[in-house]
């Protein structure tokens, strides 16, 4: 007699309905819904206490995104250099940052004492409000904030005017987002670094590489793929900025708006004109914009870097 | 140790939860118990069964009329605790943006037996208050009777918005006449265009100079307030006040902003012209000229109308010698003078200025569709018809009531005085000024008054010309006043 044969495939499908599921609502239908909202014209008109719309307006509201002022810039550029401008600023140092704290967290020779009391620790920045954060630094830096008593104090006679400033607000925006997001950077680098076999690195030091070298040779190329992801999501993360600026600037993204973000620019549509038009136009552009320098990036690091075997490459990596 | 642990993590992940919570907490509702909650939800679930519909609003409305006569009649004692019809909900329903108006209603109006009073409060910051507004009055016809607005608050800056749109209620047909001790402006800003009564105010914002006794002393070397006025009459004069005052180690106001209502307020031609199409007045052009000059020669400073740094300024070693406000002002906004150790308590003085002006002003509006017409138009009487309210809201709040009677009394007791004032008679002031009030609104108000001027602290500040100021109001007025057709490229001066 010939059992028949069980297959438990149907329980795998099963366990992994619910992501599929909540993915489908909560993401898959926004996203659609977005797209479709940015090619209406549709918006709140207070003048005459009315909706406006929907009405089918095809790209109009990108055109509009896409017109240049008087002076030949286009705003949604200058935005989205802002924000590039401040996600680097802050992840640059923050990367070097974690790399540096990893590395000495998970250095056999070095064997830093008490290592749980300061992952949580640099972790803990994390923890607090963004919007909480951002208040405390606007308080700090603000002109009769602690810092600038400080200054006039003894420093200078004159105040320093940090939120009219483009270089101090921008730094302070990026110092903020590093000193949040550094500590979860520095755990993930941590867990790649470890996972890497000791063996490869007492290799190479029994073969005499300097730590440098080990670190440059060994650490870094088989850390690429953790790499990719923590530069993936910060970069993510960087592009979705909000709530930092817009807090510290009101929303205005002063001075002159140029720490106003896409997310930031995107909020000013909604507000009391719920101006989903243009809103969706927004959000499309984030999205496509994250999308195309997150392929870049992955491509960039996969094919630079951790592709042992001498495929023949067709794209050319950028590292 | 174990357990310790466990606890801490358990801690930390309330705290994170808690944290996480926290952010919503804009919207506060709060509830004024004055029956019995078990009471009241029976009532409401009986009552939601009666109001059924339409049709139950306008049976409320035909047996208001015959009320009608009756209430005005007695609208001198509103507020004193009425008794109301059974047709009546047990919820009443405001929307406001801060606690101002609720504190008075607190202290100085007596609910109905059996109504829970709820408030709805959101902050006006980037037009919130109205965001929820416009979201709450739009679902008013879906909505539960316990859960319509009944009435709602609305700021000078923009209520021909609510008065022009079918969602307020025309509250002479429920008892609120428009009364000769009401100012006039107060009751044709509560109007729609074609006259139609929507609410009333319970204040009167005439807006003056309130100067420091000492700076004026070492400046002009007189606090006299008729004397300062004098040397402050007009803008020119103001300048060059303007620059003794720095030459003396003062300066002549403590925000760039502090002058943009008295030049604001007296604006000719309206923001937006029949056509839809955003226009600027010369006033608002000569307060950029005159801010741009008084922050280039350090007569003011940088932070905004509501800033620290202006607050700062009313201290004991405050600096800056004229602030400009109406009555709501000295509660409101002059916190840090009143303090009996670090204020300035007395050493204050006010005058007209250089130009008449008002400032803001509170309105109370009804809701079309309100479940409780009797305790609207309760309200909106005890406000302005009922003497003792308003005496109280003069001598125990230093406001400035929108009732010319009891204003007159107050202004001509020679014992009255303002403490903060050093014992002047400010009401006395402001019944004068109340009489140049030139009352303008527009429905997007809020973005011209707040987030246009606001463009302009780059210019000030010396980081952008004037003509990419003026580039950025476009792109304010493109994101948030979409039916406006603008250009602003030709405003700047140079």
Same mark, same amino acid.
């Given at each position: ?100 704290? $990893? ?27 963004? $919007?909480?954060? $951002? ?69 190479? $030091? ?114 | ?27 506060? @509702?709060?509830? @004024? ?49 009425? @008794? ?40 006006? &910051? ?28 609305? /700021? ?21 006449? %428009? ?40 400046? +002009?070397?007189?606090?006299? %307030? ?8 007009? *803008? ?47 006033? #608002?052009?000569? *307060? ?17 109308? *509501? ?5 700062? /300024? ?33 050493? *204050? ?29 309760? #309200? ?12 109280? +809201? ?56 707040? &987030? #246009? ?22 792109? #304010?007025?493109?994101?948030?006043? %979409? ?12």
């Amino acid at each position: 007699m010939k059992r028949k044969s069980i297959s438990y495939a149907k329980w795998g499908y099963i366990f992994i309905a619910p992501f599929f599921i909540v993915f489908l609502v909560c993401t898959f239908y926004p996203l659609l819904s977005t797209f479709y909202n940015s090619l209406f014209e549709n918006y709140w008109d207070a003048s005459t206490f009315s909706q406006v719309g929907p009405n089918f307006v095809g790209l109009g509201n990108f055109k509009k995104l896409f017109t240049a002022d008087a002076k030949g810039n286009v705003d949604i550029l200058t935005y989205t250099a802002n924000t590039m401008i401040m996600w680097i600023a802050g992840a640059i140092p923050q990367l070097a940052f974690s790399l540096l704290l $990893a590395v000495i967290f998970t250095s056999t020779s070095l064997n830093v004492k008490g290592q749980t009391f300061f992952k949580t620790v640099i972790y803990l920045p994390n923890l607090i409000m963004a $919007a909480a954060f $951002a208040m405390l630094f606007f308080t700090l830096f603000s002109n009769v904030g602690p810092i600038n008593q400080i200054i006039s104090g003894g420093v200078s006679d004159k105040i320093v005017d940090f939120f009219n400033n483009v270089v101090t607000s921008r730094g302070i925006i990026a110092f903020i987002n590093f000193l949040m997001w550094f500590g979860n950077t520095t755990i993930m680098l941590m867990a790649g670094i470890m996972g890497i076999d000791q063996s490869l690195l007492e290799a190479a $030091a029994i073969d005499g590489a300097t730590s440098g070298q080990v670190f440059r040779k060994i650490t870094l190329p088989l850390l690429s793929p953790i790499l990719v992801y923590v530069i993936i999501t910060s970069l993510i993360g960087g592009f979705q900025m909000y709530d930092v600026p817009q807090v510290i600037t009101s929303g205005l993204g002063n001075p002159n708006r140029s720490t106003m973000t896409l997310i930031m620019y995107l909020n000013r549509f909604l507000g009391t004109t719920k101006n989903y038009g243009m809103a969706g136009a927004v959000s499309v552009l984030v999205f496509i914009i994250t999308g195309i320098l997150s392929f870049g990036v992955y491509r960039s690091i996969v094919s630079g870097r951790s592709d042992p075997k001498p495929k023949k490459s067709k794209s050319k990596g950028v590292l | 140790m174990k357990n310790f642990k466990r606890n801490l993590a358990l801690l930390s992940a309330l705290a994170l939860a808690g944290t996480m919570l926290a952010g919503c907490g804009d919207n506060t @509702t709060t509830t @004024t118990d004055d029956a019995a909650t078990t009471t009241a939800a029976a009532d409401a679930a009986a009552d939601a069964a009666a109001d059924n519909g339409d049709a139950a609003a306008s049976d409320d409305a035909a047996a208001d009329t015959t009320t009608a006569e009756a209430a005005s009649a007695d609208a001198a004692s509103a507020g004193t605790g009425i @008794t109301l019809s059974d047709t009546e909900g047990k919820v009443f329903n405001i929307y406001a943006w801060n606690e101002e108006f609720k504190g008075f209603f607190e202290k100085y109006y007596t609910v109905p037996e059996g109504v829970t009073v709820n408030w709805v409060i959101n902050p006006s &910051d980037g037009g919130v208050y109205q965001q929820k507004l416009d979201e709450a009055l739009s679902g008013q016809d879906a909505a539960a009777a316990d859960d319509k607005i009944d009435m709602f608050l609305a /700021e000078a800056d923009y209520i021909a918005k609510y008065t022009n749109a079918a969602v307020t209620m025309d509250v002479t047909s429920i008892g609120v006449q %428009p009364l000769d001790t009401e100012y006039d402006y107060t009751i044709s800003a509560a109007s729609s265009s074609d006259g139609t009564l929507k609410g009333v105010s319970f204040q009167c914002c005439p807006s003056g100079l309130i100067y420091r006794r000492s700076i004026a002393e070492a400046v +002009l070397g007189t606090s006299d %307030p008729a004397e300062v006025q004098e040397q402050l009459s007009d *803008w020119t004069k103001f300048d060059e006040v303007a620059a003794k005052a720095k030459e003396a180690g003062y300066l002549m106001t403590p925000s760039y902003a502090e002058t943009y209502r008295p030049f604001a307020n007296n604006i000719t031609t309206d923001w937006v012209d029949a056509d839809g199409n955003f226009q600027v007045d010369d006033q #608002v052009k000569a *307060w950029i000229k005159q801010a741009k000059n008084y922050v280039d020669n350090g007569y003011t400073l940088t932070g905004g109308v *509501w800033s620290d740094e202006k607050s700062a /300024e009313m201290g004991k070693d405050g600096k800056a010698m004229c602030f400009f406000g109406p009555a709501w002002y000295y509660n409101f906004c002059m916190g840090p003078a009143w303090d009996e150790e670090t204020g300035s308590k007395g050493d *204050w003085a006010l005058i007209e200025g250089p130009a008449a002006h008002f400032w803001g002003g509170t309105w109370l509006l009804a809701a079309t569709g309100t479940d409780n017409p009797e305790m609207v138009a309760d #309200v909106m009487n005890a406000f302005t018809a009922n003497e003792d309210i308003c005496s109280k +809201l003069v001598s125990e709040e230093n406001q400035f009531s929108n009732n010319t009677a009891v204003n007159q009394k107050f202004a001509d007791d020679a014992s009255y005085g303002n403490e903060l004032l050093g014992g002047q008679n400010d009401t006395a002031v402001f019944v004068e000024l109340a009489k140049n009030i030139k009352f303008r609104s527009t429905p997007y108000g809020q973005v011209f008054n707040e &987030d #246009v001027p606001g463009c302009f602290v780059d210019y000030f500040t010396g980081s952008i010309t004037e003509a990419e100021a003026w580039a950025n109001v476009d792109k #304010v007025l493109d994101e948030k006043c %979409p039916s406006i057709t603008h250009d602003c490229s030709g405003y700047a001066a140079e």
